[in-house]
Structures are given as structure tokens and as C-alpha cells.
């Protein structure tokens, strides 16, 4: 969800910052979960991510969090989460309660009913547990990268596409009578990944519960789940609509400290953008703000921090308030683009004020 579906293209809608009057938020209380990128600061190593990974998590899940997710990513070195069904495996071996699931698996790069065995190998292993988030893009920045993940095949159509996702709920739904999985008898759950209304109203005719990327495309939002409800069809997986979306959110003790803290993600971000993201790398706060910005990224960095939820615990409140009215979301996932694992706990700990536990 962090670099997927048309990641790399201009945001269509306009983007109201969460701090303006008409953003102003009514009572509403939708569940939190948890999206894990495995950031990684630069000097640690994969270890040292994914044991936070492990702490965020376990904090989530004691404090009544719905879900965490992992995401698919490739080459690039702010992230270290590359593998989900095997980070995932991992979660729900050290968690209880708590689903775990991918957030997502990027479709394109996999055959349909590896990821349908990995998956259903999952849910019997931890029933009733499982989420299968699925969307498309390459995960990647890096053309080599993109080939070489697709044994040389150009990006998939939307034609393929589709039939790769038809092919991955028929060996889940048992359609084509195909022996995934011998005796099981518990499914994951099947999630539509999207940052278009292209992408959610295809969740919409499939019936899938949607995962929104609000972080990535926030001027697509409105739009985009005003489609999904007005075209969507029960199926087998979902009676009703039911729309989860994610938002970048870091807690500090003020909201300059939070702007401080997540600093380092946005400039890895915009030397990506920029073509050159080979030399992203995620550097610590205090190089960071020591790091001088032309005008014109001054500006982006700006678009992407106003319609997130980071600020102080106060701030934060408000503005995941003021996504789930306007987006009318059932969850909202926090993203929280930082590597100290003492921040992500303390970013959950004042998200969780604004939920009740599940």
C-alpha cells in the first residue's frame, strides 16, 4: 500500500487538509488496525526492523487493535518488508487475537494459486485469523527490480489483472475444484487493495471488503468509496460494503516534534519520486531537518503531511477523526512511517483513545 496502485501518478482529487473548518470532524468511532512497513532507519539492520515490526504489533494487539498488515515492497531501503506471507506467518505465531494479514500481496508478481496456498496454509494454521489483501502495481521503483519479479513480463494489464484475481477466488472459493489445500476447512479472508475508483469499484463488483489507500491518494477517497458503496454487490465474502482505510499517522508531544519525526519518510519519499530511488534512504530526525529543501519539495512535503493524521496525541485524535467522517470508514489502519519502535507504540497508544477496543 506504501509504493502499489498507481503510486507514482497525480493525485485527481483535492486533498482538504485535516486541520480546515469544513474537515472539521463529527463523533464517530471506527476500529483501528495496524499497517507495518518494517521501516528501516539507515545503520540498523533487517533484524533490528522486524523485531519492531514485532513490538508494534504485539502493542496493537493489547490494545484492542482489529488487524495489522504487512505490505509487499522490493528494493527499496527505507522498507524491509518484502516477503509478506512469510512476515505474516511470523505475526500470527507471536500474536493471539489480533488478525494478521498483507496489506497487501502485489498480485501481479506472484501465480495466483501459490498465493491462494500460502494463504489457506495460514488460515488453518491460525483459523478465523487470516486476511488475504491483494492489489497490483509492482512494488518497486526499479524497472530491473519490476522484470526480474515478473520473469520478464511487462506490467499486467487490467485485462490480466482481473483474471489474475479470478483465478486467486476461484482456488479460495473451491469454483474450479482445484486441491489447494487437502481438508481445509477455514478460508482468509479476501481484501481488494485500491488508491482509484477504478480499483474500488472493481472491489465493488466482486463484493470484497476494500482497503482504501488514503495515505497514498487522499483527493481520491471521496470519490473513489462513493463508487464502491453505489456499485457494490454481495458475494460470497461480503454481504454489505465494508471500506478500511489507511492513514500516515505519527504521535509526538507536539506537532512540531511529530512533523520533526516524520521528516526522514517524506524526504526518502521525494528522492524517490524524483527518479533516484536508489539513494532513498530513511536518515535519522536530526539530519533530516539539517537537510535544506528547495521550494518546490518544501511545497510537496507540505501536501503529503496535511491530510494525515500527525500532530500531537490532541491532533492526532482530531484528524483520524476527521478521516473517518469523511471518508465514512468502518477501520482506519495507521501507517506510521517511522523507525523508533517508542514512537509507534505512543502513536498507538493516542490513536487508541479514539476507538473502542475490539
Not at 530526525?285 to 496535511?306: F, G, K, V, Y
Amino acid at each position: 500500500m506504501f509504493v502499489g496502485e498507481n503510486r507514482r501518478k497525480s493525485q485527481n482529487g483535492s486533498v482538504v487538509p485535516l486541520d480546515a473548518p469544513s474537515a472539521a470532524p463529527e463523533k464517530r468511532l471506527p476500529l483501528l488496525s495496524l499497517l507495518e512497513l518494517a521501516v528501516l532507519e539507515e545503520g540498523h539492520s533487517a533484524r533490528d526492523g522486524l523485531a519492531a515490526v514485532v513490538a508494534t504489533a504485539r502493542g496493537a494487539a493489547d490494545l484492542g487493535f482489529r488487524r495489522v498488515w504487512v505490505a509487499e515492497h522490493h528494493g527499496y531501503s527505507p522498507v524491509s518488508s518484502v516477503a509478506p506471507p512469510v512476515l505474516a506467518a511470523h505475526l500470527a505465531a507471536v500474536t493471539e487475537r489480533i488478525r494478521v494479514g498483507s496489506g497487501g500481496v502485489l498480485l501481479p508478481n506472484h501465480a495466483p494459486l501459490a498465493v491462494a496456498e500460502q494463504f489457506m496454509t495460514m488460515a488453518a494454521l491460525h483459523p478465523e485469523r487470516i486476511d488475504l489483501g491483494v492489489g497490483r502495481g509492482p512494488g518497486t521503483f526499479d524497472p530491473d527490480i519490476m522484470r526480474a519479479l515478473r520473469r520478464g513480463a511487462d506490467p499486467a494489464t487490467d485485462v490480466e489483472y482481473r483474471a489474475d484475481l479470478a483465478e486467486l477466488l476461484s482456488h479460495l472459493g473451491g469454483g474450479d475444484g482445484a486441491r489447494v489445500l487437502p481438508g481445509a476447512d477455514v478460508l482468509p479472508e479476501p481484501w481488494l487493495l485500491s488508491s482509484s475508483a477504478a480499483g474500488a469499484e472493481l472491489a465493488a463488483e466482486l463484493g470484497l471488503p476494500l482497503a482504501f489507500a488514503y495515505h497514498i491518494r487522499p483527493g481520491n477517497a471521496v470519490e473513489a468509496l462513493t463508487r464502491y458503496r453505489e456499485k457494490f454487490r454481495p458475494s460470497r465474502w461480503r454481504d454489505e460494503p465494508y471500506v478500511l482505510v489507511s492513514v500516515d499517522t505519527v504521535c509526538g508531544a507536539t506537532d512540531a516534534e511529530a512533523a520533526h519525526l516524520v521528516r526522514p519518510a517524506y524526504l526518502a519519499l521525494l528522492t524517490a519520486f524524483a527518479g533516484r530511488a536508489a539513494e532513498a534512504v530513511l536518515c535519522s530526525p536530526a539530519e533530516a531537518a539539517a537537510t535544506p529543501l528547495h521550494a518546490e519539495a518544501a511545497e510537496r512535503l507540505e501536501q503529503l503531511s496535511a491530510a494525515q493524521a500527525q500532530g500531537s496525541p490532541e491532533t492526532v485524535r482530531r484528524r483520524l477523526a476527521a478521516v473517518a467522517t469523511l471518508t465514512g470508514a468502518d477501520e482506519l489502519m495507521l501507517s506510521i512511517p517511522v523507525y523508533d519502535p517508542s514512537v509507534r507504540l505512543r502513536t498507538l497508544e493516542a490513536a487508541s483513545a479514539v476507538v473502542p477496543a475490539v
